[in-house]
């Protein structure tokens, strides 16, 4: 089971860029909170965040267990009047939110997923105002390949290097992984302007959690060379997954 220190240091390079660009987006309405989607957010562990931040956000997610804990969750932070919870899937966004109805739009680990990755970048893009943030966090082909080389599945990993979609074989329990060139082509095809992109994930999987969880200032340690080497090109390159801030 992976540990809270090392869930905290997956997630805390995502929600420091994350908050930059959203202090940035609010620069244009001082004093007002903003109007965020997020698209397969689940049990809230961005959403409660940022609504206790002053922001008000829909979160659409297609499993109603997922909902059922948002709303707990927005509850023990007392900011369920900031938080509306949404049946329902990219496909459907449009219908769902309204269009030109987000200032930021969060999606991660949801484009894997999807149908049509390009159909449903084209959909986020429907639903934000001009200048909206996209937050979007991608599973990285190149991970997998050396992750599989690794644990010494050689022909496993030699397939997800050539595969389309990134997989290691029928087994694999990702439908789909990105590199670098696609998705920021598939951006730019959705009308998309991508102004950073952090490597995530880049040592936390491949540090012992047994030395993350004994050894003081391990977790603090890991975190700072996570953030050192985010928008390193040769690092970024292998980490699990990429961060990408983009604006319509």
Do not use: Y
């Amino acid at each position: 089971m992976v540990d809270r220190r090392r869930r905290s240091v997956r997630t805390a390079l995502v929600a420091e860029a994350l908050r930059l660009a959203l202090a940035g987006r609010a620069r244009t309405d001082p004093g007002a909170g903003l109007d965020i989607l997020d698209l397969g957010g689940g049990t809230g562990g961005f959403a409660v965040p940022l609504a206790v931040e002053g922001h008000r956000v829909t979160v659409v997610d297609p499993s109603p267990d997922a909902l059922a804990s948002l709303d707990r969750r927005a509850s023990d932070e007392g900011v369920s009047k900031l938080i509306h919870g949404v049946q329902g899937d990219a496909a459907e966004l449009p219908g769902l939110a309204g269009e030109s109805s987000a200032d930021a739009l969060l999606c991660h680990g949801v484009l894997e997923v999807v149908d049509d990755p390009a159909q449903a970048l084209q959909a986020m893009a429907s639903v934000l105002r001009e200048g909206g943030v996209l937050s979007l966090l991608v599973a990285q082909r190149n991970a997998v390949v050396l992750a599989r080389a690794l644990a010494g599945h050689l022909a496993e990993a030699r397939v997800a290097l050539q595969d389309a979609d990134g997989r290691w074989g029928p087994s694999d329990p990702m439908p789909r992984r990105f590199d670098e060139a696609g998705i920021t082509a598939l951006l730019a095809e959705a009308g998309f302007m991508v102004h950073t992109i952090h490597g995530v994930r880049t040592f936390t999987d491949l540090v012992p959690s047994a030395f993350v969880d004994s050894e003081p200032g391990a977790a603090e340690a890991l975190a700072d060379l996570e953030r050192a080497a985010s928008q390193h090109p040769a690092f970024r390159a292998v980490a699990t997954q990429l961060h990408i801030l983009a604006t319509r």
